[in-house]
């Protein structure tokens, strides 16, 4: 499964965003990156694809510590989007991107209580 979710990892859009993205909340992403525009489609991507990790993971379907352990840039993306993302949520529906921030919230606490430097954490028992 990882590998065919990775063959799904947007690539082009994850590089736009790095280069590109610059919105602090929500009003101003709407205001650089209109619906149709090419960054609009851009954090799309990366949104629906962060969405669908999250609901694998979240549904025991993949395993969090690969998933993690591979990030699939989800930290620096996060740190970007996460405020654009909840403020979407808030003004269109509680349901959208729910799974994208829980994966991102469930990062974090994985970050914090269960990776450690020099692969040990892969040493802990199961």
């Known amino acids: 499964m990882i590998l065919e979710l990775s063959k ?4 082009d859009s994850a590089r736009w965003f790095q280069a590109n993205f610059s919105a602090k909340d929500y009003e101003e992403f709407t205001k650089k990156y209109p ?8 954090c799309l991507d990366m949104l629906n ?3 669908m990790a999250g ?3 979240s549904h025991g379907l993949l395993n969090e ?12 993306f996060w740190h970007k989007m996460g405020p ?10 509680p349901a959208l991107w729910e799974n994208a921030i829980w994966l991102a ?12 430097p020099d692969l040990k954490w892969k040493l802990r028992a199961k």
Do not use: H, N
């Open 105 to 116: 919230d469930r990062q974090k606490v994985w970050a914090e209580k269960v990776w450690k």
């Open 55 to 57: 609901v694998l993971v």
């Open 65 to 76: 510590d690969l998933f993690f352990d591979l990030s699939f840039g989800l930290a620096p």
């Open 49 to 51: 694809f962060f969405e």
């Open 35 to 42: 619906r149709g525009s090419q960054g609009f489609g851009r």
């Open 84 to 93: 654009v993302a909840k403020g979407w949520q808030k003004a269109v529906d």
């Open 8 to 11: 799904m990892y947007p690539r």
